[in-house]
């Protein structure tokens, strides 16, 4: 009570504050947040001072990030305006060259934010940022590392804590198919390989799989062999290999890429047959999963892809997901593939500094959790807030991860990453050798240099 009497004084006190920045979703005191990191924010007093935000979230997702801003402009009376755009990438540039870059940045990709940093356009954290998110958040040493970049003194600095994060390491399946079957979920890639032959041997198919995507076609796979790195291989070598301090030709990396072809070049495996994998359209491919008799099983693919399954399907009991599973031998521990946001400061301020320290607070994170479409690694967080189970259950994945690393494709020169590795995929499922794809990979890379 006591500390819903707090929380309800500094509400009237900030109402005014709030009003200028509209209604705020929820309001403080009520429901299960962690509204003493609310009451925290009103003692940092920012009254007259403008921050100025800028990130690539437009449409739906612009009114959620705006009512998570409207807590920290209420608790601290700053003025916050916030601008996204779906090309953000070109015109943050422009920006930070002509001199009006805006106090916040929140980039898709941390290449493009360490593009930036080499030029000297982002102000570094501090050496407690870093600890804070090292301490608080799940793996994060990985996150740590994935915000720290060479700065223009040569230096390595932490520049960029993550909010709103994507898991990519699931696997969709049917609950009622696998009752009927009697299969049980996998919880290690052994066992997910005795599965996939177990229901070749029932005469079932396995997997459903494409990498059709127009222009992109063949990303699917890079997600795939990503996944398949950092469960045969120790963290450190993945990272070596997407900042191409080992050969894109590698032993790690080629077995990486059979591997997948264990699964996607054995026509038994994929619907369709094998030939059907690279033709196959991604945005279609998990549709074998609701067809009767079902034409597969299992489905790998990120948080984002139930956009595409049937209308009104619902997640935990007509479709649901389990961890893409480690193999339990190598004891690499839990590792998870994924992406996000990265926040940074681009044109230094006290309220950018102020915000900064208002990512940290769990309401920060609570607010947008209680709604949709987001995900944190934050351990201090109330997971009993998420909008639904399903984010709720990825959350969990997400908060248990022993290890976090970002898609490899989407850190590597945009040569490579979107547009020699696609296509070497292609021509990969097609038939080609997996050492022959990877050599004519590596060569692509290192005329780039």
């Known amino acids: 009570m006591k500390g819903f009497l707090r929380a309800w004084m500094l509400w009237l006190a900030l109402i005014g504050a709030a009003g200028a920045a509209g209604n705020l979703k929820f309001r403080p005191g009520e429901g299960a947040f962690h509204w003493d990191s609310f009451e925290a924010l009103g003692k940092i007093r920012l009254d007259g001072q403008q921050l100025t935000v800028f990130g690539p979230w437009i449409g739906p997702d612009q009114p959620l990030i705006e009512s998570v801003l409207a807590y920290f402009e209420a608790a601290t009376g700053a003025d916050v305006r916030y601008t996204g755009s779906d090309a953000?990438?070109?015109q943050i540039r422009i920006d930070t060259e002509a001199g009006s870059a805006p106090n916040i940045a929140i980039f898709p990709q941390p290449g493009l934010l360490g593009d930036l940093v080499r030029?000297?356009?982002?102000?570094?954290?501090?050496?407690?940022?870093?600890?804070?998110?090292?301490?608080?958040?799940?793996?994060?040493?990985?996150?740590?590392a994935l915000g720290s970049f060479a700065g223009p003194d040569g230096g390595e600095h932490f520049y960029g804590i993550f909010y709103k994060v994507d898991v990519k390491s699931l696997v969709w399946f049917v609950p009622e198919n696998f009752e009927d079957a009697g299969y049980q979920i996998p919880t290690s890639m052994a066992a997910l390989r005795r599965l996939t032959e177990q229901i070749a041997a029932d005469g079932e198919t396995p997997w459903c799989i494409g990498l059709g995507s127009g222009s992109a076609t063949g990303w699917p796979a890079t997600d795939w062999v990503e996944e398949l790195m950092l469960r045969s291989r120790p963290a450190e070598v993945y990272d070596r290999w997407v900042d191409h301090r080992m050969p894109f030709d590698d032993p790690a990396v080629v077995a990486a890429i059979d591997a997948f072809g264990w699964f996607a070049r054995n026509g038994k495996f994929v619907a369709g047959g094998a030939a059907a994998v690279a033709t196959t359209d991604y945005r279609d491919s998990p549709k074998g999963l609701f067809s009767s008799p079902p034409q597969c099983y299992m489905h790998r693919q990120a948080s984002f892809i139930p956009s595409y399954f049937p209308a009104d399907t619902e997640i935990g009991a007509d479709v649901d997901f389990f961890y893409f599973p480690a193999d339990d031998d190598l004891r690499l521990g839990m590792p998870v593939l994924g992406a996000g946001t990265v926040v940074a400061i681009t044109r230094d301020s006290p309220a950018a500094r102020a915000f900064i320290e208002f990512l940290k607070s769990p309401i920060a994170h609570e607010v947008w959790m209680a709604q949709k479409g987001f995900l944190t690694p934050h351990k201090g967080v109330n997971t009993e807030l998420y909008g639904d189970p399903t984010l709720r259950k990825m959350g969990d994945i997400l908060r248990s991860a022993d290890t976090f690393r970002f898609d490899a494709s989407d850190l590597m020169p945009g040569a490579i990453g979107a547009g020699a590795?696609?296509?070497?995929?292609?021509?990969?499922?097609?038939?080609?050798?997996?050492g022959e794809v990877a050599g004519r990979i590596e060569a692509a890379w290192e005329a780039l240099e």
Do not use: C, H, I
């Not at 590795?421 to 997996?434: K, L």
């Open 88 to 90: 953000f990438e070109q």
């Open 119 to 144: 030029l000297g356009k982002v102000a570094p954290l501090t050496e407690a940022d870093a600890r804070w998110v090292r301490d608080n958040y799940a793996a994060g040493e990985s996150w740590v």
């Open 421 to 434: 590795f696609w296509t070497g995929m292609v021509d990969f499922v097609g038939g080609r050798p997996a």
